[in-house]
Structures are given as C-alpha cells and as structure tokens.
C-alpha cells in the first residue's frame, strides 16, 4: 500500500472542505436589521456554522450596530455573500435546504436535519417569498408558536432554535 503525503496547502484545503461538508449553514436572504445579522452572525462563530447573506442588505456591511451585536467575534464567522438564492443553489447543488415560514406545516423538530444542511430565512419584514414556499413544501418548517396574538419571533431567536435542534439532532452538543 502506498501512502501519500500532502502539502500544507493540500491539507488546508482538504480540512476546509470537510468543514463545509459537516457544519450547518444559515442563510439570511436580505436581512433588513444589522443587529439580528449581528446576533446570528455571533451564533454561528459560537457553533462553527457557515453564515450566507444573500441579495440585497438592509444594511451595510460596516454598520456599527451590526458589528456590535457580533462584538469581537467577528474573526471567528466563516460569512460568504450571494447576489441571489439561485447562486447559493447552484454552489451547492448537492446541498439540501430547509425554508423558515410560519405558514409551514412540520415544526422544526419534525425535520430531520444532516448535517450540511442549509437553513433559510427571510427578511424580517416579509419572510420567504410565497413561491419560494410552495416550491420546496416538503422542507418548509416552523417553529410552534403558543400565542394568536404573537404574529412571529425574532430572527436571531428563531435561527438560535431551528440551529440547536440540528445540533442536537445530530449529536453535535458537548
């Protein structure tokens, strides 16, 4: 048997690759409020999850309360930008995606979440495009509400608890 020996380069790029394959990816689709990016773009740094922002921002980049929100974390956020969800798609066209709506039918405990998984949401104002839904209905989950009067939650809350039910589901909670 003949073994081989890779160069460090070869060897970044091959752990860098595994990294993509194993951890989970949120996908922000024009995020309008730079401290919800902030808190998610936190989240990910804290669990090792590919943050994609993707179209149009409400913000920029540089934005004080956006990079506040994330403090001094932002080193640690592996952050990659999308002129539109069909680029993201076509980069990754094994990847499997699950679209947040509060209109959907299976919870988000009901997912079976692998990892690699894409986890989308929508802007805050007006969340995932209705066609967007109805196309991809299968992998269309929501976070059960108890209240009428609550219309939705937060969007760094619901990426918080949709992230943590993958983790769990997929052992990856120390």
């Not at 894409?118 to 495009?129: Q, Y």
């Amino acid at each position: 048997m003949q073994s081989m020996v890779l160069a460090p380069p070869q060897v970044a790029a091959l752990l860098r690759s595994m990294k993509q394959q194993l951890s989970f990816h949120i996908v922000l689709i024009e995020p309008e409020i730079p401290p919800n990016t902030g808190n998610i773009a936190r989240l990910c740094g804290a669990t090792g999850t590919i943050l994609h922002l993707v179209g149009k921002l409400g913000f920029s980049i540089d934005d004080k309360q956006l990079k506040r929100a994330g403090l001094d974390y932002w080193q640690e956020v592996d952050i990659r930008q999308w002129q539109n969800f069909d680029d993201l798609k076509e980069a990754f066209p094994e990847a499997r995606f699950w679209f947040t709506s509060k209109k959907a039918q299976k919870t988000h405990v009901q997912a079976d979440f692998r990892p690699g998984d894409f986890m989308v949401f929508g802007k805050e104002t007006l969340g995932l495009p209705e066609e967007l839904l109805a196309e991809n209905a299968e992998f269309a989950i929501r976070i059960p509400m108890q209240s009428n009067v609550v219309r939705s939650l937060n969007l760094s809350t619901a990426a918080g608890i949709i992230l943590y039910e993958a983790l769990r589901q997929t052992a990856q909670l120390d």
